[in-house]
Each structure stands twice: as C-alpha cells, then as structure tokens.
C-alpha cells in the first residue's frame, strides 16, 4: 500500500474516477461507509443523498470544505418511514421559497403544497393543513402561492410519482435556486439545509431495540436449586 491509497479525499464538485482524484460529498461517504466507490450508495436515504449532492455541487469552492464534517453524519441513515420524502422536501424549500427566483417560486410553491398535503394524509389531518414554517414561506410568496393553490386543484391526468420525480427535482430546484439568489452567503444557506435535511431523516429513523437482561436468579431460588441438584 503507498501512500496514495492512504489519502483522503478532498471534497470537490461533480463524479470521481476514484479517491486520489477528489470526492464529492456522497463519495466520500461511500468511502468512510466501506462500500464500492459511488455518489449513489447504499448507506443513505436516495433523497438525502441527491441533496448532499446538489448542495456539494452548488456550493462554492471557498465554502466546500465546511461540508466535510457532515459526511459521516449521513452513514447508515436510511429510514423507510412514509413521512421522509415529504418531510425532507418540505424542509429544502422552506429554505429556499422566500429567496428564489419568481420563475422558481411558482414551481417549490405547487411541490411544498403537495408535499404538506401527503404529510396531512400520513397523519390524519385536513387535506389543507400544513406546518406554520410552509405556511408562513408561502405568506411570504403570495403570488406564487396563489398560482400554486390554483394549479394543484386543477385536475391532472395521471398521479406524478412523487418520490421518485417530483421531490428529486423540487430540492434540485431550491438549491440551485438558492446558489444563484442575490442573497448574502449563499453557502452558508445550503449548509443550513443540508443540515436540517440530515436531521429530518435522523427523526424517522427506527428506534433500536432494546433487549431486557436476563434476570439474575435471586438466593432462594439458587439455594433451592442446589438442593434439587444435591
């Protein structure tokens, strides 16, 4: 073994041969996880690792390496809980609906709208309820948030496939939207979604089991086996 295969990846945009050409965020976790080297690996939920992606990409290079600790922090977290989609999607646009371009707020409003509506179904709540902090982003965006309401009332031909379509490409939309908004540091945003995207899939994640110790046999008993034993 030299002293490349030693080296540590350092953390930089788009897909990598191998370690010793750099990393982006979901290789390097592939990598500390044990796995083949990939962006796609096992060992995270699909739509948390298309955000560590996306905010890897849109990050800039000053501001990348502020990414780095979080990486272990998305090994092994792959809840299967139905809340998960929805609840990270709404979180990433959250972040982003109130500083976006128009164009792009008219596309997270109708995609936070739908995600809120699956979450009130998960939880037995009314179709148009929704957590104060998408109610209060899209408050902020009532003209985008108008179009939104009427758009997602409209009857559609087909259902989209909301996990595998419209999520991926809603949090595409609000990190890019975020990179390119005239807002001031940009990356320091992205971090704070990445963040709370992690921490929306921590909160779904399977509780461990906890195994009850055997008891140990009280005196009596012990004294009373050894005189069966006797």
Same mark, same amino acid.
């Given at each position: ?13 788009? $897909?990598?041969?191998?370690?010793? $050409? ?27 690792? !298309? ?7 849109? +990050?800039?290079?000053?501001? /990348? ?10 090994? !092994?977290? +792959? ?9 990270? @999607? ?26 809120? =509506? ?26 985008? @948030?108008?179009?939104? /309401?009427?758009? +997602? ?5 087909? @259902?989209?496939?909301?996990?595998? =379509? ?35 899939? $921590?909160?779904?994640?399977? $509780?461990? +089991? ?21």
């Amino acid at each position: 073994m030299n002293n490349l295969d030693l080296a540590v990846p350092v953390l930089s945009r788009g $897909k990598h041969r191998n370690p010793r $050409k750099g990393a982006c965020f979901m290789e390097f976790a592939s990598y500390l996880a044990g796995e083949p080297w990939s962006d796609h690996p096992g060992c995270t939920h699909p739509l948390l690792a !298309g955000v560590a992606r996306d905010v890897n990409d849109c +990050t800039t290079d000053a501001g /990348r390496s502020r990414l780095a600790p979080l990486v272990p922090s998305v090994i !092994g977290l +792959t809840p299967d809980d139905p809340h998960v989609v929805p609840r990270v @999607t709404a979180a990433c646009i959250q972040h982003a609906l109130p500083v976006v371009s128009q164009e792009r707020q008219y596309i997270l409003a109708v995609a936070l709208l739908v995600a809120e =509506r699956q979450l009130a179904q998960l939880d037995g709540r009314p179709a148009d309820s929704m957590s104060p902090e998408s109610q209060a982003v899209l408050d902020a965006v009532p003209s985008a @948030t108008k179009w939104a /309401r009427s758009f +997602t009332a409209r009857p559609h031909r087909g @259902t989209p496939d909301f996990a595998r =379509r419209t999520a991926p490409r809603a949090v595409s939309c609000a990190v890019e939207g975020i990179s390119q908004a005239c807002v001031p540091d940009p990356d320091e945003r992205l971090f704070l979604l990445l963040n709370d995207a992690i921490s929306e899939c $921590k909160r779904w994640m399977p $509780k461990p +089991t906890v195994h009850e110790p055997a008891e140990t046999p009280g005196p009596a008993l012990v004294e009373e086996e050894s005189v069966h034993i006797r």
